[in-house]
């Protein structure tokens, strides 16, 4: 056990429709990382958060949005849901703000089915 | 953009032999080259790393190689074991840490 904490493990949902998924990061950990593991696409870095701000961005789509609140947990918002969204949304955490100085930490991953 | 090849995509071999995967990375300000394990329905787990200012990290029968010059650097698992077949990814961050770029992953089987 990682210490991040995502909910919910599994989402079923419909096109066209918006869902949120949460993060809990590691106590102390300020950082918090989404990605996105497809099957045909690897790993994806999508959005890393750090004490409340957006730190950087990588792939993510316009469709999709995060936000990191004051206590320090996240949730990834992903709207108006394609087929090709359904993937494994993994969180990730660290105490700073880079991952070359503090590992980072995986979450168990939520698991998006899009019908 | 940037990018990070990963080879082979799949790997079998027999337990006790030894494993080699490798990478590309396109970057050239990319100065933290991570290797993480994906066992299957679970997370990725990072098992070992690199910096830039070093050409060769071990630890115990894991050990990573960086080339700079040609860009690339390469996983060695010796005297391999059937609890080490998974996924392994390579990735390659830049200066900063603020952007990961991860290589498509190679599947590794263990036959004992």
């Known amino acids: 056990d990682s210490g991040v904490t995502q909910t919910p493990k599994h989402l079923i949902t419909a096109t066209g429709q918006r869902v949120t998924l949460r993060c809990s990061p590691r106590s102390g950990d300020l950082s918090v990382y989404w990605y996105q593991q497809s099957l045909d696409q690897g790993l994806q870095f999508l959005i890393q958060y750090y004490n409340g701000e957006e730190r950087a961005k990588g792939n993510i789509l316009e469709r999709f949005s995060a936000q990191q609140f004051p206590d320090l947990h996240s949730e990834l918002n992903l709207s108006s849901l394609e087929l090709g969204d359904s993937a494994l949304y993994f969180c990730?955490?660290?105490?700073?703000?880079?991952?070359?100085?503090?590992?980072?930490?995986f979450g168990p991953g939520t698991r998006l089915t899009v019908l | 953009g940037e990018n990070v090849e990963q080879h082979p995509s799949t790997l079998s071999v027999q337990e006790g032999d030894s494993a080699v995967i490798k990478c590309t990375y396109s970057d050239s300000a990319s100065n933290y080259f991570p290797w993480y394990k994906q066992e299957l329905g679970k997370r990725p787990q990072l098992i070992i790393d690199i910096r830039s200012n070093v050409g060769e990290k071990k630890d115990q029968r894991i050990a990573v190689t960086l080339n700079k010059t040609a860009k690339h650097f390469s996983l060695h698992i010796t005297e391999t074991q059937p609890e080490d077949s998974a996924v392994y990814f390579c990735?390659?961050?830049?200066?900063?840490?603020?952007?990961?770029?991860f290589g498509a992953g190679t599947r590794l089987f263990v036959k004992a």
């Open positions: 990730a955490s660290s105490v700073g703000f880079s991952i070359s100085y503090n590992e980072q930490f």
């Open positions: 990735a390659a961050t830049s200066t900063g840490g603020f952007k990961t770029i």
